[in-house]
């Protein structure tokens, strides 16, 4: 009985230890975390948590359909720099057929001969 109590108290030293990436807090991993937050990391490296993943989802995936539709404009604003078709001198790559020709009793090619 004694040895079952030491362990059930080693148990809990070690949980006071781990720290929950998904909110910073000790006790728990993130796979228990109770807190439902996402953190996301921007560009400029600052930190930005989102609590309810639900609603905040959402406007999450509309600022970021903004961007794609500033993209575009941005695209579209320098369409002239794009050609509009390939110069004779460069190959398409539609039609590109690989073929590897393999001898029967050597190592392949992409794994290393051991012996």
Excluded: W, Y
């Amino acid at each position: 009985m004694e040895l079952k109590k030491n362990q059930i108290e080693a148990n809990l030293s070690k949980n006071r230890d781990i720290k929950c990436f998904k909110c910073l807090k000790r006790g728990h991993i993130a796979s228990q975390c109770p807190n439902k937050r996402i953190m996301i990391m921007k560009d400029n490296g600052e930190l930005e948590t989102k609590d309810d993943f639900d609603n905040d989802l959402m406007s999450f995936l509309e600022e970021d359909n903004e961007e794609l539709l500033h993209d575009e404009d941005l695209l579209i604003d320098f369409q002239d720099v794009f050609l509009d078709e390939v110069p004779s001198g460069l190959s398409s790559i539609r039609g590109i057929e690989h073929h590897i020709d393999l001898i029967p009793g050597v190592a392949l090619p992409n794994i290393p001969a051991t012996q």
